[in-house]
């Protein structure tokens, strides 16, 4: 039999059981719920939103999973992890068997159990989603690894004979990291150049606390720190040290993982009054500089009254639900395409309605009004739906006469980033394309020897997942390459 006719044959079987238990009035069964903070509660304290499953829950969750042969869902997962048999060892109530498994492919499963937008990705793709709600697979993910966590007692993968090779990888957001310890299981010997005081990227100094708390990203570092990897904070490689410096002081090997946090702006009248922030700076004072505690923290931070937020993408409901957390009385979201074309994840945007946020889609700020050097208004316009653009989506056009104004003490831009120039430009040689981003082949090897780079530097913004997954294949490559070094 050909190999496509058996996988349709296996597939048809998938949903004829299916169809079965529906005929015997057993419906496909309902997703176990989670617990989360009530709104009320949660938009005045910083704790985490989404309270992960019992192991009681965990385990009925888990015995939802159909076990396909197929397993499509692990075709959804950019790093390959074999969903199917850490549910099954759930299932059974084998939780350390279940981490264990996970962290055969991914080594930071408390972070991604949380942030993956697992519902574009191995969610999307779980036979069960076909008649009824898929396995929810990130969270049985994040009760795994924070039944880990919380046991104290983390286990570490066997790792391969040192080498006398070592690999200096630069930026230690989801990509770096995941590069780094990767390396150091095969024996390298490897250092994290990172720019800022604490390591995480992302992960730390953008993702809001109640999503993903620090203590998580911590203990996640902490563990890559115990693979062997040194990480050397207040490191700006392009100014500090050049990475043709760090050639000389002995690295065979350089992964560059910078992401791309350089902030875009709107480009109009205004945008320099005091009070209108980068998402970048309102989230890095917020998170990373503890900007909330002022003046136990000595980071500022204008807490407005009334906020605008402009965006429609995770960073925009961050944002827009921080700006609630410090205390505004009224948060507006200007987003100027459809509700649908929100790049945010769906729960994300969720939270952020019931928690009270005022959707104002197809709308953007046309100007900014301000008072003695701060802004004060934001004068707005409505958009409709033209042509399809580039993006394939379709470009929002300006509704002549439709302007309005709302009061604001605080504005946050958040409709994207881009490459930073400051490493690019210090490295001679090194390729770029489109708008800075750092050119490489399929396997993250960039034009100029011995370098390689992967996550948001290379695709653009992205995902933490999809980072993770480039620095897991440079890896290989930069295995590879050692290989062939005298
Ligand atoms: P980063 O995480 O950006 O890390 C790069 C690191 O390099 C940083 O620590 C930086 O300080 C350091 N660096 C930069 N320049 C230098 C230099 N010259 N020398 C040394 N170090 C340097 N993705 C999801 O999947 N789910 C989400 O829910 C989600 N929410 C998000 C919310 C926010 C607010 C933001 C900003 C992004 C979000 N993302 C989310 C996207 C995701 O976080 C990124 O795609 C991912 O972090 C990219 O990883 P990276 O390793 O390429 O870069
Ligand atoms: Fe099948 Fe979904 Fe279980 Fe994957 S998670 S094995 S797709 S039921």
Do not use: W
Not at 118 to 124: A, D, F, I, T
Not at 273 to 289: D, P, Q
Not at 320 to 346: N, Q, S
Not at 425 to 436: D, F, V
Request: proline fraction near 5%; charged fraction near 25%; include cysteine.
């Amino acid at each position: 039999m050909l190999k496509g006719s058996s996988v349709d044959a296996r597939s048809t079987k998938r949903e004829k059981v299916i169809d079965r238990l529906e005929q015997n009035n057993k419906q496909v069964p309902s997703r176990i719920p989670v617990s989360e903070q009530t709104p009320k509660e949660r938009v005045s304290n910083f704790n985490e939103v989404t309270l992960g499953y019992t192991a009681e829950q965990a385990v009925a969750e888990a015995s939802r999973c159909l076990q396909c042969k197929l397993a499509p869902c692990i075709q959804g997962c950019p790093v390959g992890i074999s969903i199917p048999s850490f549910i099954k060892l759930i299932k059974e109530g084998n939780f350390r068997g279940a981490i264990n498994k996970i962290k055969e492919k991914n080594c930071l499963p408390t972070v991604c159990g949380r942030v993956c937008p697992q519902e574009n990705q191995c969610e999307k793709l779980c036979t069960l989603g076909k008649k009824g709600e898929p396995v929810a697979i990130g969270r049985l993910e994040r009760f795994v690894a924070d039944y880990e966590r919380e046991s104290g007692k983390i286990s570490l993968p066997k790792k391969k004979e040192p080498t006398d090779k070592k690999v200096a990888v630069v930026g230690s957001g989801p990509a770096g990291l995941t590069c780094a310890g990767d390396l150091a299981k095969l024996g390298h010997k490897v250092t994290i150049f990172e720019a800022l005081h604490k390591p995480g990227g992302v992960l730390l100094y953008g993702i809001p606390e109640f999503r993903l708390p620090k203590a998580v990203v911590e203990s996640e570092i902490s563990y890559i720190k115990k693979l062997g990897v040194e990480i050397k904070t207040n490191m700006v490689v392009g100014k500090i040290t050049t990475i043709d410096e760090l050639f000389y002081e002995g690295y065979d090997a350089i992964f560059i993982g910078v992401g791309a946090g350089l902030p875009r702006f709107l480009k109009v009248p205004g945008e320099n009054f005091n009070g209108i922030y980068s998402a970048n700076e309102f989230l890095t004072r917020v998170n990373l500089m503890k900007a909330y505690l002022f003046p136990k923290y000595d980071t500022p931070i204008k807490k407005g009254e009334n906020v605008v937020v402009v965006g429609g993408g995770n960073v925009a409901m961050d944002s827009a639900r921080t700006a609630l957390r410090l205390g505004a009385k009224k948060v507006y979201l200007l987003y100027r395409r459809a509700k649908e074309d929100m790049p945010a994840r769906k729960e994300e945007v969720q939270h952020a309605k019931e928690e009270g946020i005022d959707f104002r889609i197809l709308a953007t700020p046309k100007r900014f009004i301000g008072i003695e050097g701060r802004v004060s208004a934001a004068e707005c316009v409505e958009t409709r739906l033209g042509e399809l653009d580039n993006s394939g989506r379709r470009k929002p056009v300006i509704k002549e006469g439709s302007e309005f104004l709302l009061a604001v003490d605080v504005v946050i831009v958040a409709i994207g980033a881009k490459a930073n120039p400051l490493l690019p430009k210090a490295t001679p040689g090194l390729k770029l394309y489109k708008e800075g981003y750092i050119a490489t082949d399929q396997n993250c090897v960039t034009s100029k020897e011995g370098i390689f780079a992967g996550g948001d530097i290379v695709t653009g913004s992205a995902t933490v997942i999809s980072a993770m997954g480039t620095g897991r294949k440079a890896t290989l490559e930069i295995d590879r390459y050692l290989a062939t070094l005298k």
